[in-house]
């Protein structure tokens, strides 16, 4: 098998799409290298070791997972983004796996090609069995989670034309309807990353309460409270002898 170094530089050839100025959009490149650095520290942990795993596999998977996504979210082409809008997490793996038959064909052999698509299909399917899909699951389920998960989160907003309002109007209904919970409890395998992403949550809360508070002026609002509550100081009557001096003077 080739270097991975050669797979990093297809898969950054293939995640770049243009945005409607014409210039390149790295954010699905940024989040593969993201999401491959936490396969391979995931790979790592003591109840992921006693499994044999394809470390190459994975970490190729980890790099063309999203590039079905790329194939439609051209700015530029109105058509693909269209299709987009009604493409499936299903679809777009099934795309991606297209692409890594396409362009790795020269690189990997059958059986290999098989392997690294069937890692990627698997990864979305909550009973999957096949341990790199496992791990490339709680990858980008911890790629939704924390102050990485709300950039991700931002950036849907920014390109969809929303602001902070409705960015935490989302955010109240995913906590009144137990959204983060059942994330939490369905989406990963394995205890040490869902112990991380529970620290993450209780970062992202901390920064939606602080947007919430900003939005609101709720900081300016208790500095004007505070001056409406204090006290009155009264001055003491002028001195009478020390006024006539002075007016002598």
């Known amino acids: 098998m080739a270097d991975l170094q050669v797979f990093?530089?297809?898969?950054?050839?293939?995640?770049?799409?243009?945005?409607?100025?014409?210039?390149?959009?790295?954010?699905?490149?940024?989040?593969a290298y993201r999401i491959l650095r936490?396969?391979?520290?995931?790979?790592?942990?003591?109840?992921?070791q006693r499994f044999q795993i394809d470390h190459d596999g994975l970490y190729i998977a980890a790099l063309f997972r999203d590039a079905g996504f790329a194939h439609y979210a051209n700015q530029e082409d109105k058509v693909s983004r269209m299709v987009l809008a009604d493409l499936t997490d299903e679809d777009i793996r099934d795309f991606s796996t297209q692409i890594v038959q396409e362009k790795l064909t020269e690189l990997l052999?059958?059986?290999?090609?098989e392997?690294?698509?069937?890692?990627?299909?698997?990864?979305?399917?909550?009973?999957?069995?096949?341990?790199e899909a496992m791990v490339l699951s709680d990858a980008r389920n911890l790629d939704d989670m924390g102050a990485i998960g709300i950039f991700n989160e931002m950036r849907r907003y920014v390109v969809h034309g929303r602001g902070v309002v409705e960015a935490l109007a989302s955010w109240n209904r995913k906590i009144e309807?137990?959204?983060?919970?059942?994330r939490l409890r369905e989406g990963f395998?394995?205890?040490?990353?869902?112990?991380?992403?529970?620290?993450?949550?209780l970062t992202a809360r901390k920064f939606m309460g602080q947007l919430d508070i900003e939005?609101?002026?709720?900081?300016?609002e208790e500095i004007l409270l505070k001056q409406t509550q204090r006290p009155i100081v009264e001055l003491p009557a002028p001195n009478t002898k020390s006024r006539r001096y002075l007016l002598k003077t």
């Open 109 to 113: 052999n059958p059986e290999q090609l």
């Open 215 to 220: 939005n609101k002026a709720v900081d300016v």
């Open 8 to 31: 990093k530089e297809i898969a950054e050839q293939v995640l770049e799409i243009p945005t409607l100025k014409g210039t390149p959009d790295g954010y699905l490149i940024d989040r």
């Open 38 to 48: 936490h396969c391979g520290s995931i790979a790592r942990l003591d109840e992921v």
């Open 189 to 201: 395998r394995f205890e040490s990353v869902r112990s991380i992403a529970e620290q993450r949550l």
């Open 177 to 182: 309807y137990d959204y983060w919970t059942a």
């Open 115 to 131: 392997r690294i698509c069937g890692i990627i299909i698997e990864s979305g399917k909550r009973n999957t069995t096949l341990i």
